[in-house]
Every structure is written in structure tokens, then in C-alpha cells.
């Protein structure tokens, strides 16, 4: 249900809204380039690539603090109530998360200049790929949620969390038992760990914008609704 | 049985001072409130809100049956101050407006000396008696409504020749000198500019401690900032009451939704 | 949506400047217009008060005579003693001492006429107040008559003196003098009584020549009966002889008159021709003329070109000289038979000033008596005094009535048809010709209730009915005008409607009502027609105590004055008129400085 059906009266503060929201949008767009592209790029040792991607974290920075300077200004002008409020806010939070996420993907372009002169074997990168896809998809989908104020997308995004540090885990556990196996392993599954953890985190950001998108929508905190509704499972599963 | 501890916060129960319920008001033949049930709580601001028309003012005035000045003017439904109906036969209207008190929109004080306006609703329902006492009463009524220090060597100027801010002032002076228990302000800083606003918003703040009040406003930023409970009005009928700062940030009603974002008039 | 071309020449175009330029002048015409206006009505008030003014100023003030009464019998200062005391004898005695070869109860009375008829009466009142003064009467003064008054402000004649210097022969003959002269000094009299016998003749051949023409037109009937009785039968001829007859009568009639006039005319003619060389006589028809040799003072009553004869009016002091080389001839303009003073008494009137008997003051007996036959003892303070108590009985009973009535009407009576009809009926009543209130006065106050005729109470009460609706719709009006915002308040501090009201909206509607109560009361106060409805023409001389007193008002006693034929009772009226004027400034100022009080404390 999109909160926002009628368009405000004032016509420029309606555009304003409607710019933050295109700039989340364009935010998350860049974010999630980044993301693939940074995967792409180790595994391929492209270092040209890494290097646009490093350069092209700066955009991200700066879209951030754009994002951060527009609420500000919307805040002491426009007194925002109720909903155009929790949107403001939400979206400063979003940006936040994405800039980190952004962050995440320069970590892992940087790795490219220490894997020099490696060749990844598919057999190894394998589940990284599997593990970025679902990332993506878990950014995708959040921002999905936040944009049109979907409450159940947002819930499901928030579920499959435990399925990306599940992957994680699996991710972990194979990559020790290549380095257990062969010591000359070391060097590839280490960067490859290091890029599991960086998408496992970024899936941890992804999260905190389904939350956002959830605050967006309800003006409830979805973390305390699901604890809330677990202990209610239990509670009938213990009767 | 589960050992889950509930958290359950212990709040004391709200005491309530004035009720209406099911309360309608025709003009005529027109019906302006629509069956309207709120509570107003004690020692809280309450605010009313809504569009122009909505009949908020129409509802604070049924509180000091004020409307009953208006002839064509019709009042059903209950209402009541401390569980006593106030418009039973046997209540006197004029006992009800020495403790239900109202200030107007636009500063109207008595073209007479700022120490007649404040004396006048003492004077006349014998709450003084001597002059010493009368005088007492004036200082504090005026320093409880923060305009003493300033009128205080000029206590026999007319009332007119105040600024607007202090105006108003001086009619809250006036109306909390008869020590009325609840306040009903009808727009009180309308016509005033913003520091002088400012002033009357952290007056009602100070008044709260001793004083239930009533406020209707047009600035919903003015009701966010000065009142814990808010009640949102749309064409007569109530629409969404309950806390200040829940109706700002999250409100459950579309309607409130779009009027306090701006998105309907 | 594209916005309309907005062309900016369209207020700064010469067809806008040509636009702005008409605006202008009709603003300028229109404001010519009202100057205009108030310059017509202004003028038409200055003109009103400039001649009310020039006639009534003189009555302010009135020439007194002091004179040197006998008052040795007087020996107590009891005052029912003084009151017995024969003033009109010690007054009578005192001016006949003064020309003492006056005689004949007839001149004796011209004589004592020179004083007022209210003089002893006057002295009285004022021996009564300082007896102390008998030994210097002359501190006593009485009014002189009011012709005298008005010969001295000269309003009774014009005149032109002549002084000369020839010889002048006395010869005495009784009562008679004969005056020679040796040049002719007496041409512009001559000639005067020549232009007057002149136009007499004329006037009188004028009416024969009107008796000529019905005396030609009786006979050219009767000749022409004559003719008709030839030819007609015997009942007209009957008929006809007796027309003829009444003719004939009335012919004879005619003719006699014709004769007379000629006779009379030829008379003047002859007369005319005859100045200058016989003795004509200086009727009463002519100008006076007076001749002044030395004390003496003589009326001539015939005149030749070299001498005089003439009644001696003042006579000389001891025995009369033979000659005098110094003499005055004064002739006033207006004849005798045209006045009302005579020469006898401009003359003794000229002695007394002479001998500074006489003053001229402040008129007080106009400011504290009350009314008069006579107009130098008429007095407004009566009517002012009457003026006065019937306006406080109207005010004391129209103003409450008329303010609590409107405040009932505005404040508590419920809007039903029952208020519309009592709304409708009040602002009718303030339509109705005042003279019904008087006729409503007479037929309920006086005849049912058999209340007290021309008493000020009375009056107040029929005045008070006028003025009430006034004042009942001018309240409505101001209470209306006090803003809702002022009610509110005072109800809202718990004010009961009727608290709120007298302590909040009266206050603020009293400038309003004030105003118009004052109109109200200045109406009042000008009402003739409904007071003489009820009895307030009374003649009323004593100054009125008591509310129960017969009393009359101003404007009422001007109405009576106005009817007075005396000329001095033309200037009291116009000097009532300036007191009533200056009663209504007064009030309306008295209203003014009350309302800015009201005012300013609010």
C-alpha cells in the first residue's frame, strides 16, 4: 500500500520527495554494479576494473552525503509529519547502508592487486558467485521493498538473512577444507573468504534497508515484530 | 504455564477531567458535530486540529457553553465536567465559566485598567474580600501568566494599550484569576507573532502543572509542540485521537495522514 | 496554461492618462460641489444670525434714570415699614421736581410716562434690598420708558442739526413765542411745507379725478334711461324711472364730494403759492423742528421766511432774554404723527441726560424677571427658569426610561413577532408631529388625570414621551455598535448577561447614547406646539419655584412676545431668540466635552 497516494499540495515539496526518493533509487543502482563488478573483477583479475571501482566509490560517497544534505534541508523547511517524516529519515538510514555497502564492494576490488599472478578455479569461486547472486538479489529486493513500501517483501528479505549467513557458513567450511587439503590453497580461499565475509555483510546492511522499508510503511520496528512473533510461535508450539 | 516475564510498565491511570460523549451540535438546521466522544485528560494539553470548518472551536465552546450564546445553537449528547453534567438544569452557567475559563482567538481585554481586567472575575464572584486580598490575587494571576514584571508600575494603564503578545497575556491573567480548573484556549496565538507565541506556548506549559487545557489550533506544528494528546476533527465528526507524538509520526488514520503531511486542506 | 500577455502600457498609455486626468476632475467637481454647499449654508446662517443679531443686541442693554428722590420720610428699616411707602408718589413727586413749570393733569401724565410704569415698583424692590441708600438716592435707578430707551439708541428718528449765529428776537406771548430773525433761516422748512402742501393737492385731485370719471359714467346712464323710457313699455319704464332715481342719488352724492375735494385741494394749492409770503403752520404731518436758544427749547408751529412762532417745551430759566446771537434749530426727520414720542418728550428725555440722570447698562431686568405687559420690565428668566425645570423633568424621565427600554430590546427580549411589532411602533412614534403629544398631554395628563396646567412638570412629561423614542433608538444603535468580542470576554469569565452588560457594553455605548440624548433633549427644548397644547401660554410673571408652579418656556415666550405690537418688544424677541440659541450651544457643548470624557477613559 503505497502511503503516498495523493500528491502533496505543495508542488515543490512534493518534487523534493520525489527526488530523494530517484536519488535512493539511482544509489542503490550504483551499489549494486558495484557489488557484481567487484566480484567479477577479482575473479578475473581485472585491475583496470578495479580501479574504476574504487574511483567510483567516491560517486557513492557523494551521492550519500547529497542524500544526507537534501533531508537536512527538507527537515528545517518543510516540517515533515508522520509519514513524510519516517521517509526522510529512512532514507538518510538507507543511504547510510548503502554507502556501506559500497564500502564493502571497494574492499573487495582492493583485494584484486593481492591475488596478483593467482588463478581462481571455478571449483572454489563457485559458491563465492552463488553466495554474490543471493546478496545482490537481497539488496534488489530491499530496495525493492523500500521504494514501494512492500511490508512482506520487506519481512522476506529479512527471513532470508539467516539463508545468506547459513551460505556463508557452508562458504566457510569448504574453503578450510580446500586450505586443509592443500596448503598452496591458502592465498585463494583467504581472498575468497574475505569476499564471503564482505557479502555477508553487505547482505547485513541489505537487511537493515528491509527494515527501513518496513519503519517506512508501519512506523513499527520490524526486528522487535519478529521477535515478538517468534515468542508467540513458541508460545503456541510450547501449548 | 510459561516464566516469560511480561513487560508490563506501570502507568498511572489517566484521571479524566472533562468528557464528551455522543456529542451533537446543530446550527439551525445544519449539523456541524457529528456524534463525538473524547476525553480530556488533567494536568495535560490537549489540542484539537482539523480544517477550517471541521467544528473544532464548536466543540470547545460546548465545554463552557459558550454555545449558548449563539440562539439557533443546539447541543445534545453528554457532557461533563468531574462526571457532572454540565448541562443539567441545575448546574449555573455562570458557576461553570469561573471554573471552565476560555481564551479567544483574538485578544479581547476589557477596555478598562490591566488591574480591572485581571480584578473583575474575582469581583464578581466573591473570591476577595478586601482589597488586599483582590490585590493578591491580581500579582499572581499576573505573574502566573509571566506579564507581571513587566506591567507592574503601570497596573492603571488601560488594557488596549499593550502589544498584542501581552494582550493576550493579560486575558489569561484574567481568565486564570477566577482559578478555574480547566482552560480552553480558542486559537490563542493566532494573531500574534512568533516570539510572543513562543512565550504563551512555554506559559502553557507552565500552566499544565496547575491547570487542564483545552487548545485549538491551526498550527499543527503548534500542537505537536505543546500538547501531550491531539485530536484530529474532519467535518464535524472526530476522525483520531491519542498521543501527540504518535498522531505526528505514525497515525493510523489515512484521513489525519493526509492533513497532517499537507496532502488534503 | 499560458499566462495573458500583459501589455505594460496599459496604465501608463496617454488614453490611461487621459482617464486618470477625468477621475481627477470630477473628484475636483464633486469637492467644488460640497464647498459650494457649505458655503450657501453657511452663509444662509450667518445671514439668519447677523439679523436676529442686530435686532435683539440692543435689548441687552437699557438706559436706567437715577433720580433725587425725597427720601427723608423714610425713618425705619423694618421691612413691612419700607413696604408701605408710597414709591409711585416719591417716583411721581421726583421727576415732576425736575421740570416743575409743568402743569395740567395731561402733561403731568406725558411727564411721569417718560419712566417706565414699573419704575416705583422697581425702586421699591431695590430700597427694600439696601434701605442704607436713601440718603444718596441717587444710587437708586429705575428703566426708563421704552420709547425713551429707544429714542436714546436713536432708533425713533433720524435728525440734522443746524447751529447758527444771527440775532434772534424774543417776544413772549403766554404760552406763545414769536421768534424774528434777521436773514431768512427757514427756507428748507418753507420749502418743506410748500413739496407737502403740493403733494397733498395731488393726492386729493387725484381721487376727484376718480369721482369725475364715476360722475361721467352716471350721468352718460342716466341720459341714456332717458333715451330708453321713449321707446319702452310702461313695467320697464317703471322699471327704469327707478334706476334712474338710485342715479340720480348717488350722482348728487358724487358731485358733493367732487366739490369738497376741489374745495380742499384749491385750499393746499393756494397754500403753496402762498409760502414764502404768508405765515404757514408746521403740522404734525411735517418734520419737527425744534429751536434751541440757550435752555430754552421751542416747537415751531408756524414759520415765515424771517420768524418763527412756537410752543415753548422747555422754558427759560429765569426771565427770557430779548436777544440771543446764538442759536440751534435741529429737525428730525421723522414727523410727529408718524412716532410714537412726542417732541414734549425727546425734549425733557434730552434734559435728563443732560443733567446725568440718565445711564445706560447692562439690561438686568431682562436676565431676572419674568414676563411684562410692559417691554422694559419684560424678562426672560422665567421663561429660562421654566426652560430649564421642564428639561430636567423631561431628562430625568426620558433618559432612563429610553436607555433601559433599549437595552431590554437589544439584550434580553427574545426575537418574536411581539418585539417586531414593539420595534416597529417605537421608531413610527419618533415620526409623529409633535402637536400630538400635546394633544395626548391636554386629553390624558390635564383632562383625565386633572394634573396641574402649565406646570414644568407636566411639560416634562409630555416632552418626555417625544424625546423617548429618540433616545430609545439612538441606544439601540450604540449598543448594536459595541463589538461581540467585548461580550464574549465577559461572558466567558462568568459575567451574568445582565453584569455583562451594564459593566461592559453600556460603558462603551455611553458616547453613542449620550449623543443621542443630547439631540433629543436640544429638540425638546425648541418645542413650541405641543407645550401651548397644554397650557404653557400663561402670562406668567412670577419666576417659577417649584415644578408645580405655572411656568412657561422659551420658545413659547417668544411665540407670545412675537405677537406684541411695541417696537421694544420686536428686539426682546430677537434677544429670547439669541438666549435660546445660546442654551442649545451651551447643551451641545455640555454634551461634547461629556462624551470626549467617556472617550478618552476608555
Redesign the interface.
Known amino acids: 500500500m503505497d502511503?503516498?497516494e495523493?500528491?502533496?499540495?505543495?508542488t515543490s515539496?512534493q518534487d523534493e520527495l520525489t527526488d530523494l526518493a530517484a536519488s535512493i533509487s539511482k544509489m542503490g543502482g550504483m551499489v549494486e554494479t558495484a557489488i557484481s563488478s567487484s566480484i567479477d573483477a577479482l575473479l578475473s583479475h581485472d585491475k583496470k576494473a578495479a580501479k574504476k571501482i574504487a574511483k567510483g566509490d567516491q560517486a557513492i560517497d557523494e551521492m550519500q552525503r547529497r542524500i544526507d544534505k537534501n533531508a537536512v534541508s527538507m527537515i528545517a523547511r518543510r516540517?515533515?509529519?508522520?509519514?513524510?517524516?519516517?521517509l526522510i529519515i529512512s532514507s538518510i538510514h538507507v543511504a547510510n547502508d548503502l554507502e556501506r555497502i559500497g564500502d564493502m564492494a571497494k574492499n573487495i576490488a582492493r583485494r584484486v592487486k593481492h591475488t596478483e599472478g593467482h588463478k581462481f578455479s571455478p571449483t572454489f569461486y563457485n559458491g563465492v558467485r552463488h553466495m554474490t547472486n543471493v546478496t545482490l538479489a537481497q539488496i534488489k529486493d530491499s530496495l525493492d521493498a523500500f521504494a514501494s513500501q512492500d511490508t512482506e517483501a520487506a519481512i522476506a528479505v529479512c527471513n532470508r538473512d539467516d539463508e545468506v549467513d547459513a551460505l556463508y557458513v557452508s562458504i566457510f567450511r569448504e574453503l578450510l577444507t580446500y586450505m586443509m587439503e592443500d596448503p598452496r590453497n591458502i592465498t585463494e580461499c583467504t581472498n575468497l573468504l574475505f569476499c564471503g565475509k564482505n557479502l555477508e555483510r553487505a547482505g547485513d546492511h541489505a537487511t537493515n534497508i528491509a527494515e527501513a522499508a518496513y519503519y517506512l510503511e508501519?512506523?513499527?520496528n520490524l526486528p522487535v515484530i519478529l521477535e515478538e512473533m517468534k515468542?508467540q510461535e513458541q508460545?503456541e508450539q510450547?501449548n | 504455564m510459561s516464566d516469560k516475564k511480561k513487560n508490563i510498565k506501570t502507568q498511572k491511570a489517566p484521571v479524566i477531567k472533562m468528557r464528551g460523549k455522543g456529542v451533537d451540535v446543530f446550527y439551525g438546521n445544519k449539523q456541524a458535530l457529528f456524534n463525538v466522544d473524547l476525553e480530556i485528560e488533567k494536568n495535560q494539553v490537549t489540542s484539537l486540529i482539523g480544517p477550517s470548518g471541521c467544528g473544532k472551536s464548536t466543540f470547545l465552546r460546548c465545554f463552557n457553553r459558550m454555545n449558548d450564546t449563539i440562539d439557533i445553537c443546539r447541543v445534545s449528547g453528554e457532557l461533563t465536567l468531574d462526571n457532572q453534567d454540565i448541562y443539567n438544569k441545575e448546574i449555573d452557567v455562570v458557576e461553570l465559566r469561573a471554573r471552565v475559563g476560555m481564551v479567544f482567538q483574538k485578544p479581547n481585554p476589557f477596555p478598562k485598567s490591566i488591574y480591572e481586567n485581571v480584578a473583575y472575575g474575582p469581583k464578581i464572584h466573591g473570591l476577595a474580600n478586601n482589597k488586599t486580598d483582590l490585590d493578591e490575587i491580581v500579582v499572581k494571576s499576573l505573574r502566573r501568566a509571566g506579564l507581571f514584571e513587566e506591567v507592574k508600575d503601570r497596573l492603571d494603564e488601560s488594557g488596549t494599550s499593550l502589544s498584542g503578545g501581552q494582550q493576550q497575556r493579560l486575558c489569561i491573567a484574567r481568565a486564570i484569576a477566577t482559578r478555574p480548573e480547566v482552560l480552553l484556549m480558542d486559537e490563542p496565538c493566532s494573531a500574534l507573532d512568533p516570539i510572543a507565541t513562543a512565550i504563551i506556548e512555554e506559559l502553557i506549559d507552565e500552566l499544565r502543572e496547575k491547570f487542564t487545557i483545552v487548545i485549538v489550533t491551526h498550527s499543527m506544528q503548534q500542537a505537536a509542540r505543546v500538547s501531550q494528546k491531539t485530536a484530529f476533527f474532519h467535518l464535524g465528526k472526530l476522525i483520531e485521537e491519542g498521543k501527540t507524538s504518535k498522531i505526528f509520526t505514525n497515525p493510523l488514520n489515512k484521513k489525519t495522514q493526509d492533513y497532517i503531511t499537507g496532502r488534503i486542506g | 496554461m499560458t499566462d495573458p500577455k500583459i501589455n505594460p502600457s496599459i496604465h501608463t498609455s496617454i488614453e490611461a492618462k487621459m482617464r486618470l486626468k477625468k477621475r481627477y476632475k470630477s473628484e475636483r467637481m464633486f469637492k467644488i460641489w460640497g464647498q459650494l454647499a457649505i458655503f450657501v449654508s453657511v452663509s444662509f446662517l450667518l445671514l439668519l444670525l447677523s439679523t436676529i443679531a442686530y435686532k435683539g443686541l440692543p435689548a441687552f442693554t437699557h438706559n436706567f434714570v437715577s433720580l433725587p428722590y425725597d427720601m427723608s420720610e423714610i425713618e425705619t428699616l423694618d421691612v413691612s415699614e419700607l413696604k408701605k411707602v408710597d414709591y409711585d408718589g416719591l417716583v411721581k413727586a421726583s421727576i415732576r421736581a425736575q421740570f416743575p413749570e409743568v402743569s395740567g393733569r395731561k402733561n403731568k401724565k406725558l411727564l411721569g410716562g417718560i419712566l417706565s410704569s414699573g419704575a416705583p415698583v422697581i425702586l421699591r424692590e431695590q430700597v427694600i434690598e439696601n434701605p442704607n441708600n436713601r440718603n444718596e438716592p441717587l444710587r437708586y435707578k429705575v428703566p426708563i420708558s421704552d420709547f425713551a430707551d429707544i429714542y436714546l439708541k436713536g432708533h425713533i428718528t433720524d435728525e440734522t442739526s443746524y447751529e447758527k449765529s444771527d440775532i434772534a428776537q424774543i417776544i413772549l406771548d403766554d404760552d406763545e413765542i414769536k421768534v424774528s430773525f434777521a436773514s431768512q433761516n427757514f427756507t428748507l422748512i418753507i420749502e418743506q411745507i410748500k413739496s407737502r402742501l403740493i403733494n397733498d393737492a395731488q393726492k386729493l385731485r387725484e381721487q376727484q379725478a376718480g369721482l369725475i370719471l364715476s360722475r361721467d359714467k352716471m350721468q352718460t346712464k342716466i341720459s341714456v334711461i332717458d333715451e330708453r323710457v321713449k321707446t319702452e313699455d310702461s313695467l320697464i319704464v317703471e322699471r327704469l324711472n327707478k334706476e334712474r332715481e338710485q342715479l340720480q342719488k348717488n350722482l348728487k352724492k358724487v358731485l358733493a364730494q367732487i366739490t369738497k375735494l376741489d374745495k380742499k385741494a384749491k385750499g393746499f394749492e393756494q397754500q403753496a403759492l402762498a409760502t414764502g409770503t404768508q405765515e404757514q403752520p408746521l403740522t404734525n404731518k411735517d418734520k419737527s423742528a425744534l429751536l434751541y436758544l440757550n435752555e430754552a427749547v421751542i416747537k415751531i408751529n408756524a414759520v415765515q421766511n424771517n420768524y418763527i412762532r412756537g410752543k415753548i417745551l422747555i422754558p427759560f430759566s429765569g426771565a427770557a432774554p430779548e436777544q440771543i446771537s446764538d442759536w440751534r434749530l435741529r429737525v428730525l426727520d421723522m414727523p410727529e404723527a408718524s412716532r410714537k414720542f412726542l417732541d414734549q418728550e425727546i425734549v425733557w428725555t434730552d434734559e435728563l441726560v443732560a443733567k446725568g440722570y440718565v445711564a445706560k447698562k447692562l439690561n438686568w431686568i431682562f436676565a431676572t424677571r419674568g414676563a411684562s405687559r410692559e417691554p422694559e420690565m419684560a424678562g426672560i428668566w422665567g421663561a429660562v427658569v421654566g426652560s430649564f425645570l421642564t428639561i430636567i423633568v423631561t431628562l430625568a424621565l426620558a433618559f432612563p426610561l429610553g436607555v433601559a427600554a433599549a437595552i431590554y430590546l437589544e439584550e434580553f427580549a427574545p426575537k418574536n413577532r411581539i418585539t417586531t411589532i414593539i420595534e416597529v411602533n417605537i421608531n413610527n412614534l419618533a415620526a409623529v408631529p409633535s402637536i400630538v403629544f400635546g394633544l395626548l398631554g391636554l386629553a390624558v395628563f390635564l383632562n383625565f388625570f386633572g394634573l396641574d396646567r402649565s406646570a414644568p412638570y407636566v411639560g416634562g412629561m409630555v416632552l418626555a414621551l417625544m424625546t423617548l423614542p429618540t433616545i430609545i433608538i439612538a441606544s439601540r444603535a450604540a449598543l448594536r455598535a459595541v463589538p461581540p468580542s467585548i461580550r464574549e470576554a465577559a461572558l466567558g469569565i462568568g459575567a451574568s448577561k445582565l453584569q455583562t452588560v451594564l459593566h461592559h457594553v453600556l460603558p462603551l455605548a455611553m458616547p453613542g447614547i449620550m449623543t443621542g440624548t443630547i439631540i433629543g433633549l436640544a429638540q425638546a427644548l425648541g418645542e413650541t406646539a405641543p407645550l401651548l397644547m397644554i397650557g404653557m401660554v400663561a402670562f406668567v410673571v412670577d419666576i417659577p419655584g417649584s415644578l408645580s408652579d405655572p411656568a412657561t418656556v422659551l420658545p413659547v415666550q417668544i411665540f407670545m412676545w412675537a405677537d406684541f405690537p411695541e417696537p421694544a418688544f420686536e428686539q426682546r424677541t430677537s434677544a429670547a431668540i439669541l438666549v435660546l440659541l445660546a442654551f442649545l450651544i451651551l447643551m451641545n457643548a455640555l454634551a461634547v466635552i461629556i462624551r470626549k470624557r467617556f472617550e478618552r477613559r476608555w
Request: negative net charge.
Open positions: 502511503i503516498f495523493s500528491e502533496h499540495i505543495v515539496y516540517q515533515p509529519m508522520a509519514g513524510d517524516l519516517r508501519t512506523g513499527k515468542a508460545e510450547e
